[in-house]
C-alpha cells in the first residue's frame, strides 16, 4: 500500500492533538463491517457506508474500497460509460492504475497516491477503466470511490474534472513521528489539501505505524468517519476493536482518536485508515442508480435528460 509515503515523518510539520477547541475526543457511534460486492465489469468491491445510519453519512452518499485485488494477465476490469448527476465522484488510487475519460473533455491516468476529482453537476457522461497495459499485465489493483454529496443550489453546476497528483497531497506527522497523515481535500490543523471541494469536507489518508496512536484535531461543525483499508487497532477513547473493512463513525467532539495494534499482519504492516469529514447539508436525498438529487421527480427528470443525450454523448471512436 504505497501511496504517497516519506522516509522520515519526523522530518514533516507535527499535527498538535489538541487544535483550536477544547479537546473533546469524539465517541465512537457505531462500527460496521463492509459486504464484499462487485462493480462495472466485475471488479470486486467492499460497499463501505452498508448498513450505516445516512444522517451519520451527510455530506457523503456512498463509498467503495476498490480490492484490493491481485489481477492475473487480462482480468483487469473498470467500467462501460454511464452518466451522473446532482453530486461528486473522487477516485482515490492506492496501487495499480486507473484512467478516466468524460463527455466533457476530462481525463487522465491515476496512479499510486492519485486523484481523480469529478464535478458531475448538472450532468456528465464518463468511463473508468485500467490502462490496456495494465490488463495484459495484470497486477496490484486497491483504491477507494467516494461519492459526495451536492447541496440544492449547486446540484445542477457546470461539471468540473480535477486531476490531483500524489505528490500535491500535504505531507504531516503524528506528534511523536509514529502516523504519516495525508490530506487530499480540505483542511486539517491549518494545512490544507489541493482538492478543490464545492461541499466543505475534509479527506485524509493516514498510516498508523504499529503500536502508535494518533489524535487528530476535527472541526466540531464536521461529522467523522474513519474507514480502515489495512491493518488493525482500536478507535476512540473507548479503544473499540477496528479492523480492514470496518467503518466507525463517530459523535461530537472537536478530536479523533486511533492506534494501530502491536502486530501486524506481514500484507499490511501499518493501520492504514482514510478519514472523512464535512459539514452535513441536511437536505432531502433521493438516490437512484447514478443520480442523486433532492426529489423523486429530478430523478425522473435526470434519466429524461439522459435518455435525451442532455448529458452529454460518447465519443465517435467508442
Not at 478516466?100 to 477503466?129: C, F, K, P, V, Y
Not at 459539514?279 to 436525498?285: F, G, H, N
Request: proline letters at 9%; aromatic letters at 6%.
Amino acid at each position: 500500500m504505497p501511496a504517497v509515503t516519506v522516509e522520515d515523518t519526523l522530518s514533516l510539520p507535527r499535527i498538535t492533538a489538541g487544535g483550536p477547541g477544547p479537546g473533546r475526543s469524539r465517541p465512537v457511534l457505531s462500527v460496521t463491517t463492509a459486504p464484499h460486492g462487485y462493480e462495472g465489469e466485475g471488479f470486486p468491491v467492499r460497499r463501505a457506508f452498508a448498513g450505516v445510519d445516512p444522517t451519520l453519512l451527510d455530506p457523503f452518499i456512498h463509498m467503495d474500497q476498490m480490492g484490493e485485488v491481485d489481477y492475473a494477465p487480462g482480468e483487469p476490469k473498470g467500467t462501460s460509460w454511464h452518466p451522473h448527476r446532482g453530486f461528486e465522484t473522487v477516485t482515490y488510487m492506492i496501487d495499480g492504475q486507473m484512467a478516466h475519460r468524460d463527455s466533457h473533455g476530462g481525463g487522465g491516468l491515476i496512479t499510486n497516491g492519485d486523484t481523480q476529482w469529478m464535478t458531475a453537476g448538472s450532468g456528465i457522461l464518463h468511463i473508468e477503466t485500467p490502462p490496456e497495459h495494465l490488463v495484459v499485465s495484470g497486477g496490484l489493483f486497491h483504491g477507494v470511490q467516494l461519492w459526495v454529496n451536492l447541496p440544492r443550489a449547486q446540484k445542477l453546476t457546470q461539471p468540473r474534472y480535477q486531476d490531483i497528483r500524489g505528490r500535491e497531497v500535504a505531507l504531516l506527522g503524528s506528534a511523536d513521528g509514529g502516523a504519516l497523515v495525508r490530506v487530499i481535500a480540505g483542511e486539517l490543523a491549518g494545512h490544507a489539501g489541493p482538492g478543490a471541494t464545492h461541499t466543505p469536507i475534509t479527506i485524509v489518508h493516514a498510516s498508523v505505524s504499529p503500536g502508535a496512536q494518533l489524535t487528530l484535531p476535527w472541526r466540531p461543525d464536521f461529522n467523522a468517519l474513519v474507514y480502515a483499508l489495512g491493518g488493525t487497532g482500536t478507535v476512540g477513547a473507548e479503544v473499540r476493536p477496528f479492523r480492514a473493512g470496518q467503518l466507525a463513525a463517530f459523535g461530537p467532539g472537536d478530536t479523533l482518536t486511533m492506534a494501530a495494534a502491536a502486530k501486524q499482519d506481514i500484507s499490511s504492516p501499518q493501520l492504514e485508515v482514510l478519514v472523512l469529514g464535512g459539514r452535513p447539508i441536511r437536505e432531502p436525498v433521493v438516490a437512484y442508480g447514478p443520480f442523486v438529487m433532492n426529489t423523486r421527480q429530478e430523478i425522473i427528470q435526470a434519466f429524461d435528460d439522459y435518455q435525451k443525450g442532455r448529458l452529454g454523448s460518447v465519443p465517435a471512436a467508442d
